[in-house]
Structures are given as structure tokens and as C-alpha cells.
């Protein structure tokens, strides 16, 4: 069967110095100033009025304890539209694909073992079309708890032209179409074969 060009893979965590664009950098830098010591800040310590220029590119995640699970609270206006729906209120195994839930999960993970921010770039190739985002994971506190409770997320996409989920989406439909009509071509293959053999089957009987 004919394999579509489809790739895609996460990079090695990126230094923490090379965090973009711009507001992604500034709602790091402000994290950071509301840190205490080596602890994380707690959501209360933060204000969403002095990172304002990139409210639109950021979410609030609540890490559940019983059953463990990451339930999105607050989701900005550019990543609902990139998204192509609300993701608010639901578990993030509810809004992605297996694989794709298995690592966000792993990245959660690792903010809540190392109360630690950290930032990488996933790139993406289908169909020769590139697509990639930047994503910050910033670990808070709640309240006077000092473990980590709450997930801020902050994410852009590498091309600035990208702002809505018809832009990657019609590309995705694309591959599928493609992928049918190799599907359908492979079988009529198979099929012609067998016909072929019945027939002959037939004619040596």
C-alpha cells in the first residue's frame, strides 16, 4: 500500500533562555519573578492583567488526584480557534488522540516532579505542508498546598499565519481522502486478481 509522507516529532526540551515569541517569553519571565525560592508560585501569586498580550495563546490545566486525570479550566480565544473547538471542562484524553493525550500527560508529569517550567517546539510534516507550535508548561501551586495542582500552558504557533483549525485541518482531510482512494484502488487490485484466477480456475476445470 502506498505510505503517505506524514511525520511528525517533538524536539529535545529547548533551554528555558530560548523560550518565543516574545509574550511567551515575558509570561515565563513573570512566572519566574512570582517564584518562591525553588517552589513554584501559587495561582493567587499571579495576576493575568500583567501578561495580557498573550491571553489569547494561554490555559489554565487542573491536575485531579482521584482518578488521576488533566481537566482544562480556562482555555484563551486563539487556542479555542486553532483548536477548532472548546476544550473548557473536558480531560485532555477527551480532547486529543491516544498518542497525542500520552505525551501531553508525560509533559504534566515532568513539571509535577520537577516544579520546573519548561519549553520545546513540535513540528509536524503531512502531505509536504509543514506545521509546528512553541509550548511553555509553566507547574503552580493552589492555595498554601506546595504540590503542584495546576498547569499554566502557553502556546504559539511556529507560523504566524496560522490562526484557525481550517488552515491544518483541510490538510489533514487531504491525506484521508488520499488515503481512501489508495485504500479503494489497492482493493480493486485484489479484486482483479481473483477474478482472474477464478476465471481461470475456471476454464482449466
Request: charged content about 50%; hydrophobic content about 30%.
Given at each position: 500500500m502506498f505510505r503517505f509522507k506524514i511525520w511528525a516529532q517533538t524536539s529535545e526540551f529547548l533551554s528555558l533562555n530560548e523560550v518565543r515569541p516574545a509574550p511567551l517569553f515575558d509570561l515565563y519571565t513573570y512566572w519566574s519573578d512570582c517564584c518562591s525560592g525553588d517552589a513554584p508560585p501559587a495561582q493567587q501569586d499571579m495576576s493575568l492583567d500583567m501578561v495580557r498580550e498573550s491571553l489569547g495563546n494561554i490555559a489554565l490545566i487542573d491536575l485531579e488526584r482521584n482518578p488521576a486525570g488533566a481537566r482544562y479550566l480556562l482555555v484563551g480565544s486563539a487556542l479555542k480557534k486553532l483548536l477548532g473547538k472548546d476544550p473548557t471542562g473536558k480531560l485532555v484524553d477527551q480532547v486529543y488522540s491516544q498518542s497525542i493525550a500520552r505525551e501531553v500527560y508525560e509533559a504534566f508529569g515532568r513539571a509535577v516532579r520537577d516544579r520546573q517550567a519548561s519549553f520545546y517546539q513540535r513540528d509536524f510534516e503531512i502531505l509536504g505542508r509543514s506545521f509546528g507550535y512553541y509550548r511553555l508548561i509553566l507547574p503552580l501551586r493552589l492555595g498554601k498546598e506546595e504540590a503542584v495542582r495546576r498547569i499554566l500552558i502557553g502556546i504559539y504557533p511556529t507560523d504566524r499565519r496560522l490562526i484557525e483549525s481550517k488552515q491544518w485541518r483541510s490538510v489533514?482531510?487531504?491525506?484521508?481522502?488520499?488515503?481512501?482512494?489508495?485504500?479503494?484502488?489497492?482493493?480493486?487490485?485484489?479484486?482483479?486478481?481473483?477474478a482472474d484466477i477464478s476465471k481461470q480456475d475456471g476454464m482449466d476445470s
Open positions: 489533514v482531510d487531504d491525506m484521508e481522502n488520499e488515503r481512501l482512494q489508495e485504500d479503494r484502488l489497492s482493493n480493486d487490485w485484489r479484486a482483479s486478481m481473483e
